[in-house]
Every structure is written in structure tokens, then in C-alpha cells.
T-cell receptor, first 114, second 114 residues
Framework: DAMVIQNPRYQVTQFGKPVTLSCSQT?????MYWYQQKSSQAPKLLFH???????NEADTPDNFQSRRPNTSFCFLDIRSPGLGDAAMYLC?????????????FGPGTRLTVL | AQSVTQLGSHVSVSEGALVLLRCNYS??????LFWYVQYPNQGLQLLLK??????LVKGINGFEAEFKKSETSFHLTKPSAHMSDAAEYFC????????????FGTGTLLAVQP
């Protein structure tokens, strides 16, 4: 089945220690999104790639970076995680950015910062 | 700016009872609206979407939603709740700008009592 895969499902890191979260997709979608979801809150978009074009949300901290080496993979890098970065990180894809294109979500990576 | 409001952060129903989860949207243009379900420590799964075709939208797992422009509402219903419906439900509107991102409501946690 075509899907969105996130690895690892659970990640523990130390305060200030860089961490990378991975997302891959077999849907061959053009757009890949990264959302941050803190406990009991709604998901909030951090950034997205439309093909190779990176688009950062205005309020995304500089501590968060992303890479998309090819269509299938997208990475979220947190350069110096703080305690406030503990959250579920959700990757999503959509075929295109035209109206109504639904987004398909991966299972998420739960990040714990010690 | 587009937004959605979900009334009731917690809803509890008995098994077999009607499920009604409320969502109101704010949009200056005809919106694209979505309902997603999230089980604990999982990603988001699309239940249904409204893209300006039929106003009554049928989704998976017996859920449906009706788009009412006059009330700016897109409430989610299911005639008979099942224990497996216990989860968090998010209403979302798609930002029709360059990002086409999803703007989520704050979520409604549905509990189903035996």
C-alpha cells in the first residue's frame, strides 16, 4: 500500500543535542509538510516542500531546518532541541497544492527532550 | 484569515448513541473543509472532506458531515457510536493561498461509554 512512513516512532534526545527525524513516502506526491503537535493541541505547520522548493512558515524558529534530497524523503533537523520542542512531529504529503488536495499523514514521531 | 472553531473539547456519548461534533469555519471564500481522526500516538486519518460538490459528505467508518453555508458550519455526525470511535477529532480548513496548508481546530476528544 502506498503510504507515508516516519522513523523513528519515538525519539529521545538530550537538551541541545541535534536530532533528525525522517519521513518517506511511496505516493510520489509533490508536496511534503512537517507539522508540530504539542500535547493536547492542534497540529501546527512548520514548513513544507513543493518539489525542491522550500517554504518556511513565518513563525517557525530557526532551530528547525528541513531537507528533501529526493521526491521520496524529507528530513526534519532540530539543531539544538529545547524542552519546549518536545512534541509529536507529523509528516504529511499531498499530490499538489491546488485547492482541495487532501493531505496524507504519517504515524508521527514523538520526540522527548531530557 | 481562515479559521475553524470546534465547540466542546470533550464529548462523551454512550455506545449506540448519536455522535455530533461541532465545527464552525471562518472564510472569505468557499472553503475546503476536512475532518481528521487521531488515535493515541498515531497520525491523522482523513474521515471526509468538503470540496464544494455535495453539501452532505459521507466519509469512512459511518461518519458524515453537512456543509451549511448559512450557518458557516461543518458538523460531524454518526448515527450510532461504537467503542472504537473513541479518539480525537480535528476539523480543518485549507488555506487557499500559496501554502495550501491545513489550519486545524483545537480538537474534540470523543469518549464512548459502554
Amino acid at each position: 500500500d502506498a503510504m507515508v512512513i516516519q522513523n523513528p516512532r519515538y525519539q529521545v534526545t538530550q537538551f541541545g543535542k541535534p536530532v533528525t527525524l525522517s519521513c518517506s513516502q511511496t505516493l510520489n506526491h509533490n508536496v511534503m509538510y512537517w507539522y508540530q503537535q504539542k500535547s493536547s493541541q492542534a497540529p501546527k505547520l512548520l514548513f513544507h516542500y513543493y518539489d525542491k522548493d522550500f517554504n518556511n512558515e513565518a513563525d517557525t524558529p530557526d532551530n528547525f531546518q528541513s531537507r528533501r534530497p529526493n521526491t521520496s524523503f524529507c528530513f526534519l533537523d532540530i539543531r539544538s532541541p529545547g524542552l519546549g520542542d518536545a512534541a509529536m512531529y507529523l509528516c504529511a504529503t499531498s499530490r499538489d497544492k491546488t485547492g482541495g488536495n487532501e493531505q496524507f499523514f504519517g504515524p508521527g514521531t514523538r520526540l522527548t527532550v531530557l | 484569515a481562515q479559521s475553524v472553531t470546534q465547540l466542546g473539547s470533550h464529548v462523551s456519548v454512550s455506545e449506540g448513541a448519536l455522535v455530533l461534533l461541532r465545527c464552525n469555519y471562518s472564510s472569505s471564500v468557499p472553503p475546503y473543509l476536512f475532518w481528521y481522526v487521531q488515535y493515541p500516538n498515531q497520525g491523522l486519518q482523513l474521515l471526509l472532506k468538503y470540496t464544494s460538490a455535495a453539501t452532505l459528505v459521507k466519509g469512512i467508518n459511518g461518519f458524515e458531515a453537512e456543509f451549511k453555508k448559512s450557518e458557516t458550519s461543518f458538523h460531524l455526525t454518526k448515527p450510532s457510536a461504537h467503542m472504537s470511535d473513541a479518539a480525537e477529532y480535528f476539523c480543518a480548513v485549507m488555506d487557499g493561498g500559496a501554502t495550501n496548508k491545513l489550519i486545524f481546530g483545537t480538537g474534540t476528544l470523543l469518549a464512548v461509554q459502554p
